[in-house]
Protein backbone atom coordinates (compact mmCIF):
# COMPACT_ATOMS: atom_id res chain seq x y z
CA UNK A 1 0.00 0.00 0.00
CA UNK A 2 2.58 2.19 0.75
CA UNK A 3 4.25 1.99 -2.25
CA UNK A 4 1.35 2.37 -3.99
CA UNK A 5 1.16 5.77 -2.13
CA UNK A 6 5.04 6.40 -3.26
CA UNK A 7 4.27 5.39 -6.53
CA UNK A 8 1.18 8.51 -6.50
CA UNK A 9 3.08 11.21 -5.46
CA UNK A 10 6.06 10.43 -7.64
CA UNK A 11 3.66 10.80 -10.48
CA UNK A 12 1.57 13.55 -9.13
CA UNK A 13 4.98 15.39 -8.40
CA UNK A 14 5.75 14.64 -11.91
CA UNK A 15 2.45 15.85 -13.54
CA UNK A 16 2.77 18.93 -12.03
CA UNK A 17 6.23 19.93 -13.06
CA UNK A 18 5.46 18.79 -17.18
CA UNK A 19 2.57 21.10 -16.59
CA UNK A 20 4.64 24.03 -15.65
CA UNK A 21 7.05 23.44 -18.07
CA UNK A 22 4.19 23.26 -20.66
CA UNK A 23 3.45 27.01 -19.27
CA UNK A 24 6.46 28.17 -20.69
CA UNK A 25 5.81 26.85 -24.12
CA UNK A 26 4.83 30.04 -26.58
CA UNK A 27 1.61 28.27 -27.80
CA UNK A 28 0.32 27.37 -24.34
CA UNK A 29 1.09 30.77 -22.61
CA UNK A 30 -2.04 32.51 -20.99
CA UNK A 31 -3.11 35.16 -22.08
CA UNK A 32 -3.65 38.64 -20.50
CA UNK A 33 -6.79 40.22 -21.45
CA UNK A 34 -9.31 39.83 -24.09
CA UNK A 35 -7.69 38.13 -27.15
CA UNK A 36 -9.08 38.65 -30.79
CA UNK A 37 -11.37 35.44 -30.32
CA UNK A 38 -13.66 37.47 -27.93
CA UNK A 39 -14.66 39.73 -31.07
CA UNK A 40 -15.29 36.50 -33.59
CA UNK A 41 -13.56 33.84 -35.49
CA UNK A 42 -13.08 36.12 -38.73
CA UNK A 43 -11.87 39.33 -36.41
CA UNK A 44 -9.54 36.97 -35.30
CA UNK A 45 -8.49 35.16 -38.55
CA UNK A 46 -7.94 38.31 -40.35
CA UNK A 47 -6.04 39.76 -37.16
CA UNK A 48 -3.52 37.24 -36.89
CA UNK A 49 -3.16 36.86 -40.94
CA UNK A 50 -2.40 41.21 -40.58
CA UNK A 51 0.25 40.37 -38.03
CA UNK A 52 1.74 37.51 -39.65
CA UNK A 53 2.17 40.00 -42.61
CA UNK A 54 3.33 43.46 -40.81
CA UNK A 55 5.90 41.06 -39.31
CA UNK A 56 7.31 39.68 -42.49
CA UNK A 57 7.55 43.37 -43.92
CA UNK A 58 9.26 44.52 -40.40
CA UNK A 59 11.45 41.44 -40.82
CA UNK A 60 12.60 42.55 -44.34
CA UNK A 61 12.95 45.99 -43.48
CA UNK A 62 10.17 47.18 -46.19
CA UNK A 63 9.19 50.43 -45.56
CA UNK A 64 6.81 50.47 -48.72
CA UNK A 65 4.69 47.34 -47.52
CA UNK A 66 4.79 48.64 -43.90
CA UNK A 67 3.45 52.01 -45.32
CA UNK A 68 0.87 50.09 -47.51
CA UNK A 69 -0.46 48.72 -44.22
CA UNK A 70 -1.50 52.06 -42.57
CA UNK A 71 -4.90 53.85 -42.92
CA UNK A 72 -4.08 57.54 -43.94
CA UNK A 73 -4.12 60.04 -42.18
CA UNK A 74 -2.10 57.82 -39.03
CA UNK A 75 -2.50 58.82 -35.73
CA UNK A 76 1.43 58.80 -33.94
CA UNK A 77 1.85 59.39 -30.49
CA UNK A 78 4.70 60.45 -28.96
CA UNK A 79 4.73 60.61 -25.32
CA UNK A 80 1.74 63.45 -24.69
CA UNK A 81 1.53 64.49 -28.35
CA UNK A 82 -0.19 63.53 -31.07
CA UNK A 83 0.21 64.05 -34.54
CA UNK A 84 -1.09 62.79 -38.11
CA UNK A 85 1.11 61.36 -40.79
CA UNK A 86 -1.28 62.02 -43.90
CA UNK A 87 0.43 60.08 -46.77
CA UNK A 88 2.49 57.14 -47.36
CA UNK A 89 6.04 59.17 -48.25
CA UNK A 90 5.59 61.32 -45.48
CA UNK A 91 5.36 58.03 -43.24
CA UNK A 92 8.41 56.54 -45.24
CA UNK A 93 10.31 59.86 -44.66
CA UNK A 94 9.79 59.64 -40.92
CA UNK A 95 9.86 56.02 -40.53
CA UNK A 96 12.66 55.61 -38.52
CA UNK A 97 11.11 57.92 -35.39
CA UNK A 98 7.74 56.56 -35.88
CA UNK A 99 8.63 52.34 -36.22
CA UNK A 100 11.74 52.75 -34.10
CA UNK A 101 13.33 50.06 -32.21
CA UNK A 102 10.81 49.79 -29.35
CA UNK A 103 8.10 49.50 -32.03
CA UNK A 104 10.16 46.98 -33.78
CA UNK A 105 10.77 45.29 -31.30
CA UNK A 106 6.92 45.00 -29.93
CA UNK A 107 6.17 43.52 -33.53
CA UNK A 108 8.56 40.61 -33.84
CA UNK A 109 8.02 39.64 -30.20
CA UNK A 110 3.84 39.72 -30.33
CA UNK A 111 2.33 36.04 -30.20
CA UNK A 112 -0.47 36.03 -32.45
CA UNK A 113 -2.34 33.59 -29.79
CA UNK A 114 -2.25 36.17 -27.36
CA UNK A 115 -3.31 39.31 -29.86
CA UNK A 116 -5.36 41.72 -27.90
CA UNK A 117 -8.50 42.85 -29.26
CA UNK A 118 -11.55 44.82 -28.29
CA UNK A 119 -13.98 46.98 -30.09
CA UNK A 120 -11.73 49.52 -31.49
CA UNK A 121 -9.35 46.72 -33.24
CA UNK A 122 -6.03 44.66 -32.64
CA UNK A 123 -3.34 45.55 -30.55
CA UNK A 124 0.21 44.82 -30.60
CA UNK A 125 2.20 44.64 -27.37
CA UNK A 126 1.28 47.64 -24.51
CA UNK A 127 -0.34 49.64 -27.54
CA UNK A 128 2.56 50.40 -29.89
CA UNK A 129 0.69 49.51 -32.78
CA UNK A 130 -3.37 49.34 -33.32
CA UNK A 131 -4.95 48.06 -36.15
CA UNK A 132 -8.22 47.73 -37.29
CA UNK A 133 -10.50 46.82 -40.15
CA UNK A 134 -11.51 49.29 -42.92
CA UNK A 135 -14.85 49.50 -44.69
CA UNK A 136 -13.44 48.13 -47.44
CA UNK A 137 -12.59 44.64 -45.15
CA UNK A 138 -8.86 45.46 -45.61
CA UNK A 139 -6.88 45.53 -41.88
CA UNK A 140 -4.64 48.53 -41.73
CA UNK A 141 -2.51 50.33 -39.42
CA UNK A 142 -4.40 53.54 -37.53
CA UNK A 143 -1.93 54.33 -34.55
CA UNK A 144 1.12 54.35 -33.61
CA UNK A 145 2.30 54.66 -29.80
CA UNK A 146 6.78 54.86 -29.89
CA UNK A 147 6.49 55.75 -26.47
CA UNK A 148 3.52 53.07 -25.36
CA UNK A 149 4.89 50.74 -22.72
CA UNK A 150 7.91 52.39 -21.78
CA UNK A 151 6.71 54.49 -18.51
Given at each position: MRKTYGLI?????A?????????NVPDS????????????????????AFLAALQTAI???????VASMVSYPVMVI???QKTRVKTKS????????IFDAHVLQAIAQQTAKCLF??????MIGNGEVWFSPQQDGAMK???????????
Amino acid sequence: MRKTYGLIGILLIAGAWLSAQAQNVPDSQACEGSTVDNQGADFAQKSRAFLAALQTAIHDGDKTKVASMVSYPVMVIHGGQKTRVKTKSQLIAEYGSIFDAHVLQAIAQQTAKCLFGNYQGAMIGNGEVWFSPQQDGAMKIITVNPTAGRQ
